[in-house]
């Protein structure tokens, strides 16, 4: 199983970026699917997770009302619409594959697998 986020760069503050996680090697319907973020110095934080068929979502609450995350199966990608954007969301982004499909976990241990993450920079 591979993961491969794109779609990070450098927006103003109050912008929106919408990020891509495309999953090869196996069918995404089979995961539940989160994302993280970590900037220099702090710990890797949960941000968003949704089960495998979009039934349920979970979001940070720094994040909540602001970011959205949304699947398609059928292309085995996952998004995350990033709106209202703040300084204080820049950081690297990562997406990751949780092996059983039917529930979100906040914790990044229980994810096994995890893209290499991509770049997001909000300029005040």
């Known amino acids: 199983v591979q993961l491969q986020a794109s779609g990070g760069g450098l927006v103003q503050t109050g912008g929106s970026l919408r990020l891509s996680c495309t999953l090869s090697?196996?069918?995404?319907?089979?995961?539940?699917m989160g994302w993280f973020r970590q900037a220099p110095g702090k710990e890797r934080e949960f941000i968003a997770g949704?089960?495998?068929?979009?039934?349920?979502?979970r979001y940070a609450d720094s994040v909540k009302g602001r970011f959205i995350i949304s699947r398609d199966n059928a292309k085995n990608t996952v998004y995350l619409q990033m709106n209202s954007l703040k300084p204080e969301d820049t950081a690297v982004y990562l997406c990751?594959?949780?092996?059983?499909?039917?529930?979100?976990?906040?914790?990044?241990?229980?994810?096994?697998?995890w893209g290499q993450g991509t770049q997001v920079t909000v300029s005040s």
């Open positions: 949704i089960t495998w068929n979009g039934g349920a979502t």
């Open positions: 990751a594959a949780r092996n059983y499909g039917g529930s979100v976990s906040y914790q990044a241990y229980e994810y096994a697998y």
């Open positions: 090697g196996r069918t995404l319907r089979t995961y539940a």
